[in-house]
């Protein structure tokens, strides 16, 4: 609601609906967690949302926002995760869908080394299907995550026929795949989550495909390690658009792992004087105590690691390439 706040002067207009919320279970005795549904704050740990394929039924229940939705001449949903900063509206894609005969359509992009456990399409029994790492036999898991094997990976950007949708969910033909999360609660108690994928549906809807986009279209911050880069000047904006520098070299990004002292975003945001200039990096490791002077240069590959008790301040100006930094600032080649 804060969030939404912001956008009370402009000329937007914001629909909001629940999702759901289901019981975690024991995993041993497979019982619910919550002694009780109402009120549900008493035991606010023991529920979660059963992942974003919860979104068919939410919506559609909702008859009221689909029917305002559909009197308003709307024929089609872009479905996106809300921390994608790469999926906007692209006008290119919706034309491509109202002039096809296609119902839904995923929009997938080419796999790099950062995106190994990303769900990709196949085709089982005449359709296709999504198979995400959650499905995936131990055995298997490398040639899973292999970017020769299946080198492209859904980005989570939905097109959906609303019509199409309307129906399938009426005529309950939405079919899913139930993926078992396995999580521990911060009591301890080990609990079983039974989720679904929002791509997953795709193979409920006739004549779905899959089309392979830039890698623009995919822009994730889930973690400071991905923030780091948003902020730098990897990116500007253009229009609300993320745009990559036209002066990087190479349309891969690079590989950022920032540890544990980086995790919160105020302390991230403490350890750097001022965003590094990252145009010419290609893979970055910080681990431990590490801190970030104004106007830092890192490029090709740089580690630094602080062991446990040390502290390593990286001067302001210095200029990192191919570098291992560790103990109290020995830099080597």
């Excluded at 975690?24 to 606010?44: D, F, G, T, Y």
């Excluded at 939905?158 to 396995?182: F, G, P, Y």
């Excluded at 301890?188 to 890698?215: H, T, Y």
């Amino acid at each position: 609601e804060m969030v939404l706040r912001k956008y009370h002067t402009q000329n937007i207009r914001i629909r909001t609906f629940l999702q759901s919320r289901f019981p975690r279970m024991h995993r041993e005795s497979l019982l619910p967690i919550p002694k009780c549904a109402v009120p549900w704050s008493q035991c606010e740990e023991g529920w979660y949302p059963p992942g974003h394929g919860d979104l068919y039924r939410s919506l559609c229940n909702n008859t009221d926002l689909v029917d305002e939705i559909a009197s308003l001449g709307k024929q089609w949903l872009f479905v996106s995760n809300m921390d994608n900063l790469g999926a906007v509206v692209d006008m290119n894609i919706l034309k491509k869908v109202l002039n096809s005969d296609h119902k839904f359509v995923m929009e997938v992009t080419d796999k790099t080394r950062a995106d190994v456990k990303g769900g990709t399409l196949i085709e089982y029994d005449d359709k296709l299907r999504l198979l995400e790492i959650a499905q995936v036999p131990k055995d298997h898991i490398d040639e899973f995550a292999s970017v020769h094997k299946f080198k492209v990976f859904n980005t989570n950007n939905l097109w959906i026929n609303l019509e199409a949708l309307r129906n399938n969910v009426r005529d309950k033909a939405i079919s899913m795949d139930v993926i078992v999360n396995l999580k521990t609660m911060e009591n301890g108690v080990n609990v079983i989550q039974l989720e679904e994928a929002v791509g997953s549906a795709i193979k409920s809807f006739d004549g779905a495909v899959g089309i392979k986009v830039p890698r623009s279209r995919f822009c994730p911050v889930k973690t400071t390690s991905d923030l780091l880069l948003i902020m730098s000047n990897m990116y500007s904006l253009d229009g609300g658009r993320l745009v990559l520098n036209p002066k990087r070299q190479f349309s891969q990004l690079p590989l950022v792992k920032l540890g544990a002292d980086f995790k919160k975003v105020k302390s991230f945001l403490a350890r750097f004087k001022n965003v590094p200039n990252v145009l010419e990096l290609d893979h970055l490791t910080v681990s431990g105590d590490v801190w970030f002077g104004k106007d830092v240069v890192l490029k090709g590959t740089v580690i630094i690691i602080a062991n446990h008790g040390e502290k390593i301040d990286i001067p302001q100006g210095s200029v990192l390439e191919n570098k291992i930094v560790s103990g109290n600032l020995r830099i080597l080649d």
